[in-house]
């Protein structure tokens, strides 16, 4: 099912959770809402599940608006971060109360009930699981058995709410791509709120990043990882090393050292911030005068194939943190030791005018 | 040092159960053990004809009929009440908590007369009930309402915790499967507060079982019909016939020890049930 909000507002007194939102959600695909706390993600999708009403707006769920439908009616499977799983029921109750709560006349008979249990218990792989109560098992089970009981009342929607947030990083890792397999099984239209960036790369088809209670970017991973429109969205979307400067032809200024910049549209003296990814950074040892950014470096972390590096600004770039990512033979090559002088210069250098 | 005591987590076991049961013996077991010493002085007919006589009997009816259902009207009105305190936010609120506890604090004779004094035949309520047929003060329903009145804060307060616990994520989960707001109650919220809701039940039927001196002044003791066995207990003292009156004593006593210990199993399995205790 496909689903719009359309310029939706929610303000929890001063606090503005959604300015004026507008997403299109088509059918049958995995979207991440992405962003920081705070930044109104769980608000949009409580607001999606009608457990928060909108102070302005509207939801259409295919094409309907839900304004007066209510949470038991919109159809909508609902996962939230904790499981709030039903602790006196065994795990095939849990999975079982949807359809046992329905109105009579539309009720299955119990075998039936009995038999599509055991079916999604086998689908999230925990079909032994079925008479243990939710206290006796471990978080990633739980987290599954709630999936499984959203997905008993066979839903239009499958709404997340950071369902992965509770779980250690291994489990995590495992349960990201166990959804991304499920969805990809029974393409149901899917939103999840998430804080972390990995994930909603990794398993989204689409990942809307949100920020004080605003859409910043709307795409697949690679574009927004690729073309962040702001620079919200660049920050957040990786590790990042900032500067403040003033476009000065090929180059941008930051302070008295020069970064080269390729060819911008960007207008002469305009004051920027410029992003670098810490591998899109090169240490120089030498240098003609003014280029690059004079930095110490403070500490060296060699395990893996990459090589880190941090470095702290000095002279003009004083109280500044840098963090490049190399290899072990450049870091041989170039003798960098802790407390070293060297210069940083940007490969690739994004910039964005200061509003 | 003994080996098996070396692999506790928790030290100090016998210790701890020492002092319970030092304590419990001074406290509650050896003045209990005195009703039985004292009553032991009867010769079973004679305390058969004691704890049997007709006014007697009907004591037992009325005081453990009585409290029972006060004890059961106390279970949903207080429930009802500490879900308001809980779960809405309103100006008063807290004066409301507040009196919630009045019924500890207030000496309970003077609850019976107050209660008396407006359901009297006279008095600001009793006035318009009894031309209506209701006559409460002087009658057994009189010492249903005492009943009431010392029983509620037990339910409240034990129900109160367990309320500001229950998520409301679990009553929105419910609702997106598809629930009513009655299935959700009865299904989701009722078994996870049956526990307390039945130790809360547990404490105000006993409370009220044990009552005096509020019931006595609204009751009328009437024999036959409005006494409660505390207050045959008491007449009987008053003769200075003490062995009658540990004898109905005892009686109380194993009676109210059995219904409470078959509402802890109660409570016990209902707390199983709800996966509190695996």
């Known amino acids: ?355 | 040092m003994k080996k098996s005591s070396l692999h506790h987590v928790l030290p100090g076991f016998s210790l701890s159960m020492g002092y319970t049961l030092v304590y419990l013996s001074l406290i509650v077991l050896i003045p209990l053990s005195a009703v039985l010493i004292k009553t032991a002085h009867l010769t079973w007919e004679h305390f058969l004809s004691v704890v049997t006589a007709p006014r007697v009997m009907a004591s037992y009816k009325l005081s453990f009929g009585a409290s029972l259902l006060a004890g059961v009207i106390n279970s949903i009105f207080g429930f009802i009440l500490a879900w308001v305190l809980v779960r809405y936010r309103f100006p008063g609120r807290r004066i409301v908590d507040a009196l919630i506890d009045l019924p500890f604090a207030l000496p309970t004779a003077v609850a019976g007369i107050a209660l008396t004094a407006i359901y009297s035949g006279h008095g600001w309520l009793g006035q318009y009930l009894e031309p209506l047929g209701f006559k409460i003060a002087f009658a057994p329903p009189g010492i249903l309402i005492a009943l009431i009145f010392i029983g509620l804060p037990f339910v409240v307060r034990t129900l109160q915790p367990i309320l500001e616990d229950l998520e409301i994520e679990l009553e929105e989960v419910s609702a997106s499967l598809g629930a009513r707001r009655w299935q959700t109650f009865f299904y989701v919220i009722f078994p996870i507060i049956l526990p307390a809701l039945l130790t809360g039940f547990a404490l105000a039927f006993a409370r009220a079982v044990g009552e005096y001196g509020s019931v006595i002044f609204i009751a009328g003791n009437i024999p036959m019909v409005s006494e409660i066995t505390p207050l045959m207990i008491i007449s009987k003292l008053e003769q200075y016939d003490y062995e009658g009156a540990t004898a109905i004593a005892l009686v109380m006593l194993v009676f109210s020890f059995i219904l409470l210990l078959a509402i802890n199993l109660l409570q016990a399995w209902a707390a199983k049930r709800t996966g509190r205790v695996r």
Request: aromatic fraction near 6%; hydrophobic fraction near 40%.
């Open chain 1, 1 to 355: 099912m496909s689903i719009q909000v359309k310029n939706i507002s929610k303000a929890f007194g001063n606090f503005i959770a959604l300015d004026n939102v507008s997403l299109d959600f088509p059918s049958g695909e995995l979207v991440a809402l992405l962003g920081p706390s705070g930044c109104g993600k769980t608000t949009l999708l409580r607001v999606i599940a009608g457990m928060e009403q909108a102070d302005s707006g509207d939801v259409l769920l295919e094409g309907e608006d839900a304004a007066t439908t209510h949470v038991r009616e919109r159809q909508v499977g609902f996962v939230f971060q904790h499981y709030a799983l039903f602790r006196h029921m065994t795990v095939f109750d849990n999975v079982a109360f949807g359809l046992r709560m329905k109105p009579r006349k539309q009720r299955l008979p119990e075998d039936k009930i009995a038999k599509k249990v055991h079916d999604l218990l086998k689908l999230v792989q925990l079909d032994w699981l079925a008479d243990r109560f939710p206290a006796q098992l471990s978080g990633g089970q739980r987290q599954r058995i709630a999936l499984a009981r959203a997905l008993a009342v066979e839903p239009r929607v499958l709404l997340l709410d950071e369902p992965f947030g509770a779980l250690d990083a291994k489990v995590r890792k495992e349960l990201r791509r166990w959804l991304r397999k499920l969805h990809d099984e029974l393409h149901i239209t899917s939103i999840f709120v998430t804080h972390d960036q990995e994930e909603a790369l990794e398993v989204a088809d689409r990942v809307v990043l949100m920020n004080h209670g605003k859409v910043e970017q709307v795409g697949t991973p690679e574009e927004v990882y690729a073309h962040p429109a702001t620079p919200f969205v660049y920050g957040f979307l990786g590790s990042v090393n900032l500067f403040h400067g003033r476009v000065e032809g090929e180059s941008v200024r930051v302070g008295d050292d020069r970064l080269p910049h390729e060819a911008s549209e960007l207008a002469h003296g305009a004051e920027v911030t410029a992003f670098a990814r810490p591998h899109e950074l090169e240490i120089i040892i030498q240098s003609e005068s003014g280029v690059g950014i004079p930095a110490k470096v403070s500490r060296i972390f060699s395990f893996g194939l990459v090589t880190r590096v941090e470095l702290e600004g000095t002279e003009g770039a004083i109280n500044q943190h840098f963090e490049v990512e190399t290899t072990r033979e450049r870091v041989t090559e170039l003798a960098l030791i802790e407390g070293k002088n060297v210069r940083l210069v940007p490969s690739r250098l994004r910039v964005f005018q200061n509003q």
